[in-house]
């Protein structure tokens, strides 16, 4: 690591990973064109009621377009590096079978794009779009959706692994299943809970039958996956609080995690489970322990846990919230990094997502001043580089997102972008906190 040249410097490594993160559905649009098949986002946006302001993510940032534009916003930015999603259905329309040349070329021009404008990509395989042809043949809670997303690994690794040497197979398993399948937020929109379990199961099998496909078909490749993390802070001293808060840490991290170290499912969540779980096979376990190049970590804030719900007297959130209703705790992504790395001590560590949503507009000047994104990046970060100083190998460091786009459930008025878009015309802004991280890359330091 360099040397911090002053106290009030903060300088990160020379070859660490700035970046912006971004999802197929959540920018592309063209949600049907050049062959493209239908994904459980499809269906599920097109079903009334589903999103809160009854969008779809039909044209979203309309990036399947424009992305030459959106690649030379990043160079202007200065990012090293890109992490954004590959479409399922693009790729295999059916979700597995006829290949769609349309889809590998559109990602093919676009992994050239960046790489001629200096910027490595990050590639995640699923970020929760699934072919809406494999959900009606059961979806994530059947096994045989984890057999078809080996062979989507396959043609996509075969493809682009000449040229891409950092792959993530699943984005947030933790999500996607229990959001997905247990409380039907997100598509398909099933309220499961042995559903749920059994997703979550196979999108970890998924990963670990990827794995080894990626590093065959993309020699020297680094491959691993992206977690959601989320610590857990007790309401109060109380036992049965701190019982509380042991808990979610086993339901919404260890769940995830444990398997992924080899170590199985933590007991005293499967005790409380009480399912059967007979949707584990002999050797599985081991297939999900394939051993990992990285951990990708998505951290936004922590969460409150008390036996009696979520209030407290004795812990006080900070009393700041993002628009998503989210404390701002920055104290987290040290809890969450120092956490992951003295659990389980994966080789690297990556940021893949951290930022925060404002209800951002564009001023009489044509400009969008964004000083609380601003606040909410320099405060994480510098979480980033205290762990860095510790010798923990935290790499790089991607902030969600680079476009305002569309926020799932809640279409697009929720804003995370460093870029604002204007959802009308398509325009683009470079946010205040787009110009602040350009600085930051510049100069490798916070200041
Ligand atoms: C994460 C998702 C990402 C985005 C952010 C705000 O859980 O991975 O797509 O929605 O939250």
């Given at each position: 690591m360099s040397q911090d040249t002053s106290p009030a410097v903060r300088s990160f490594p020379r070859?660490?990973?700035w970046g912006a993160a971004t999802a197929a559905y959540q920018i592309e649009g063209a949600w049907n064109e050049d062959g493209k098949g239908e994904s459980i986002w499809d269906r599920f946006s097109h079903t009334p009621g589903r999103i809160e302001t009854g969008e779809t993510g039909d044209v979203a940032c309309d990036h399947y377009h424009r992305w030459r534009e959106d690649v030379a916003l990043m160079q202007e930015l200065g990012l090293k590096a890109y992490r954004f999603s590959i479409s399922w259905p693009r790729i295999l329309p059916e979700g597995r079978g006829h290949v769609n040349r349309a889809g590998i070329d559109f990602y093919s021009r676009l992994v050239e794009g960046l790489l001629a404008a200096g910027i490595e990509p990050f590639v995640t395989l699923y970020h929760w779009d699934l072919p809406q042809r494999l959900q009606e043949a059961g979806g994530w809670p059947a096994r045989r959706t984890a057999d078809a997303f080996a062979d989507y690994a396959d043609v996509v690794s075969r493809s682009l692994g000449d040229r891409v040497q950092q792959w993530m197979s699943i984005n947030e398993p933790h999500i996607s299943a229990l959001i997905g399948y247990?409380?039907?937020?997100?598509?398909?929109g099933h309220r499961d809970q042995h559903e749920a379990l059994a997703a979550a199961h196979h999108l970890l099998l998924a990963h670990g039958l990827a794995v080894p496909i990626l590093r065959a078909n993309s020699p020297g490749a680094k491959a691993g996956i992206a977690i959601d993390h989320h610590p857990q802070t007790p309401a109060s001293s109380d036992p049965a609080d701190e019982a509380a808060a042991r808990f979610a840490d086993g339901v919404t991290n260890r769940w995830f995690l444990d398997p992924l170290a080899g170590?199985?499912?933590?007991d005293d969540i499967r005790g409380a489970y009480g399912?059967?779980?007979?949707f584990v096979r002999d050797g599985d376990l081991d297939q999900i322990a394939v051993p990992l190049d990285f951990i990708g970590i998505n951290y936004y804030a922590r969460n409150i846990a008390g036996a009696r719900g979520h209030s407290s007297s004795t812990v006080s959130p900070s009393g700041e919230y993002t628009e998503?209703?989210?404390?701002?705790?920055?104290e987290g992504m040290f809890d969450t990094l120092t956490q992951v790395h003295s659990m389980y001590g994966f080789p690297a560590l990556y940021i893949t997502e951290n930022g925060a949503a404002y209800a951002d507009a564009v001023g009489p000047d044509r400009q969008v001043h964004d000083p609380r994104r601003i606040s909410y990046l320099r405060r994480h970060i510098e979480q980033v580089h205290k762990v860095i100083s510790l010798g923990i190998p935290v790499r790089g460091y991607f902030a969600w997102s680079l476009l305002d786009n569309?926020?799932?459930?809640?279409?697009?008025?929720k804003r995370f972008g460093l870029v604002y878009v204007d959802f009308e015309t398509q325009e683009r802004i470079l946010k205040s906190s787009a110009r602040w991280y350009q600085g930051l890359i510049q100069g490798n330091a916070l200041v």
């Open positions: 070859d660490f990973a247990g409380e039907g937020r997100h598509a398909p170590r199985g499912y933590p399912d059967d779980m007979g998503m209703g989210w404390e701002v705790y920055p569309f926020e799932w459930s809640f279409g697009t008025s």
